[in-house]
């Protein structure tokens, strides 16, 4: 569950987020709409503990973001706006890197066997493949197969709540199928938070808005 209470943010003088109040329940799929400018990346930015509020607060199962940060972040995956994903790296290379990075116990082969292997098994190998491309350097990837990587950053250890930031802005018709079959199977066994500005996209995929 999160809790978002309160939150302002401010950058100097522009309010980006003014006293914004919510709730995640866990098991759902949460869209959070608006357009651009609106504050959601701010938000998730905040909800995330990458960036400090003006005011307000962010708990996580009860964990604030910013006095327990590693209790808080242990329970969230992340895919920011723009992928933090390192182009001169192979897909391989990258996981164990976002492995150990996360302090995945047995980092490396196993944990990103485990993280791969529940990405094919619950997802299927043709959604997202990304074992197919793991010795391709990240630069070289498509956009679909870069947002994919990212995605498989955000689930590595198995998170219990998944943010997701406009996961499908920039991909081709089909590329955004497939990412919204593959939210859909995550939300299964996690809690998915994913913002957009396209309204048909959230009502598509999300049960709350
Ligand atoms: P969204 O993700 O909904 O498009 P953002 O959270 O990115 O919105 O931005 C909210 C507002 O805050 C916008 O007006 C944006 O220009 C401003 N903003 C975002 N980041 C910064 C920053 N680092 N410094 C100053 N203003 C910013
Ligand atoms: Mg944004």
């Given at each position: 569950?999160?809790?978002?209470?309160?939150?302002?943010?401010k950058y100097g003088n522009h309010l980006a987020v003014d006293h914004l109040n919510f709730t995640i329940e866990e098991g759902h799929i949460y869209?959070?709409?608006?357009?651009n400018g609106a504050g959601k990346s701010t938000t998730m930015n905040i909800m995330t503990g990458y960036l400090g509020a003006?005011?307000?607060?962010?708990?996580?199962?009860?964990?604030d973001i910013l006095?327990?940060?590693e209790e808080?972040?242990?329970?969230?995956?992340?895919?920011p706006e723009l992928p933090p994903l390192y182009m001169d790296m192979t897909v391989r290379e990258y996981m164990e890197f976002a492995a150990e990075l996360k302090k995945i116990p047995k980092i490396g082969e196993k944990s990103y066997e485990q993280a791969a292997g529940f990405l094919r098994i619950e997802d299927g190998e043709k959604l997202v493949k990304i074992k197919d491309v793991e010795k391709r350097l990240i630069k070289n990837l498509s956009k679909g197969y870069r947002q994919r990587v990212g995605l498989a950053q955000a689930v590595l250890g198995f998170p219990e709540i998944i943010i997701l930031d406009e996961p499908s802005v920039g991909l081709d018709p089909k590329q955004i199928i497939e990412i919204r079959e593959l939210i859909r199977k995550l939300a299964k066994k996690h809690t998915v938070i994913l913002s957009s500005h396209i309204l048909a996209e959230v009502r598509e995929v999300c049960d709350y808005i």
């Open positions: 569950m999160i809790e978002v209470k309160n939150l302002v943010k869209g959070f709409l608006g357009p003006t005011e307000g607060e962010v708990l996580i199962n009860g964990h006095k327990e940060p808080a972040k242990k329970q969230i995956g992340y895919l």
